[in-house]
Structures are given as C-alpha cells and as structure tokens.
T-cell receptor, first 114, second 113 residues
Framework: SAVISQKPSRDICQRGTSLTIQCQVDSQVTMMFWYRQQPGQSLTLIAT?????????ESGFVIDKFPISRPNLTFSTLTVSNMSPEDSSIYLC???????????FGSGTRLTVV | GENVEQHPSTLSVQEGDSAVIKCTYSDSASNYFPWYKQELGKGPQLIID?????GEKKDQRIAVTLNKTAKHFSLHITETQPEDSAVYFC????????????FGTGTQLKVEL
C-alpha cells in the first residue's frame, strides 16, 4: 500500500494567518482526498484533488478558505486560510490503494489556532 | 448523499470477550465498506474491508458481515486484547461515483484487563 508523509505533523497558529499542509505519496495516484477531523469527531471530506484539474469541494467547504494544489501525481497541498479557533482540527490526506478500494491515510496534521 | 450511522459510540469489554460494532448506510448504490482503527495521535488504519458482492469476510480475530438488503454491516472482534483499544470507524463508498468515503461517527472501544 502507498506510504503517505504529511507535514507538518502539528502546529500552533495565530488567528488570521494561513497554514499550508503538504502530502507526499511514495507512488503515483490519481485521486487524493483531504479530510478534516474535529476534536473527538469523525472524518469529514473537504475536497477531492485530481492532478491537472481543479479540486472538487464538498458542501460547506470553499476554495477561498481551503485552496488545494495538485501539481503532480505524488504531491498535494491544502492551505487553511485566515484561520480562526474553529479551524482547530486534525487534517488528513488520503489516497486510493487500488482503484476505489483500500484508502490509505496519512498520520495527520494537528492544527491548533489561538 | 450517503449517510452512515454507527453504534454504539462507546463500548467496554473484558479482555478475551467479543466486541461488535454496527453500521447502517442509506445509499443502496454503495458497494464498498471499510473499517478503520484510529489510535490516539495517529491517522486511521484500514483493518478490514468488504465489497458488496460478498456477505462476510474474516481476517484472524476480526470479521465483517454485510447485509445489503437491510443496508447494514458489522465489525466483529473476537478474543479482544488491550491493544484493540482504539476508536473504530466504519465507512461506505460507491466505487465509480467519485469514490468518496462517508464515515460513521466512530466507536471508542476499551478493552479492560
């Protein structure tokens, strides 16, 4: 299965600033997914990122707040913009392991906004 | 869209006992159902999954059953051990429909000595 490296693993940020999270995969993948996990909660899909096209955002998430880049088949970034304390969450990237099956997750970025 | 409900939210068992976690889904077109284990401070780890063309799958102490008619699936852990203590999430997706995973709300499993 794919190995995912996420950076940073955690950060404490001031409100009003932005943080860019990186996701690096050790193999080429078509689709990459970004999730948010609020404290003690389940995982919610933010957007799906395909290489060479604009990311597709889920209801409640907008590009201005969570811009995503997908420059190649092994890398993606998620930016959390103009942060507020409500953005304090774990952000996770995920990839398919086998064409629609066996999704693998990174270890996550634990973000605290103060 | 898909909605996945998961029960119970917390489950405490004695070491060696069995644990069962149940999920229901709403989209009859969903055809892939993975289970994830998330330990504190880590990302979710896939522990077992089932596709809609089978009713049961087993891997050592864990098994998953699927009832497509009733739209529910369950995780069974036998001979529980303290290292099984974690949060477990069920999920559902429709392969070919964007392949997006919809997660259940999670079950905090505690295995007591």
């Amino acid at each position: 299965s794919a190995v995912i490296s996420q950076k940073p693993s955690r950060d404490i940020c001031q409100r009003g600033t932005s943080l860019t999270i990186q996701c690096q995969v050790d193999s080429q993948v078509t689709m990459m997914f970004w999730y948010r996990q609020q404290p003690g909660q389940s995982l919610t899909l933010i957007a799906t990122a395909n290489q060479g096209s604009e990311a597709t955002y889920e209801s409640g998430f907008v590009i201005d707040k969570f811009p995503i880049s997908r420059p190649n088949l092994t890398f993606s970034t998620l930016t959390v913009s103009n942060m507020s304390p409500e953005d304090s969450s774990i952000y996770l990237c995920s990839v398919e392991r086998d064409a629609g099956y066996g999704y693998t997750f990174g270890s996550g970025t634990r973000l605290t906004v103060v | 869209g898909e909605n996945v409900e998961q029960h119970p939210s917390t489950l405490s068992v004695q070491e060696g006992d069995s644990a069962v976690i149940k999920c229901t889904y709403s989209d009859s077109a969903s055809n892939y159902f993975p289970w994830y284990k998330q330990e504190l401070g880590k990302g979710p780890q896939l522990i077992i999954d089932i596709r809609s063309n089978v009713g049961e799958k087993k891997d050592q102490r864990i098994a998953v059953t699927l009832n497509k008619t009733a739209k529910h699936f369950s995780l069974h852990i036998t001979e529980t051990q303290p290292e099984d203590s974690a949060v477990y999430f069920c999920a559902a997706s429709r392969r070919g429909g964007g392949n997006k995973l919809t997660f259940g709300t999670g079950t905090q499993l505690k295995v007591e000595l």
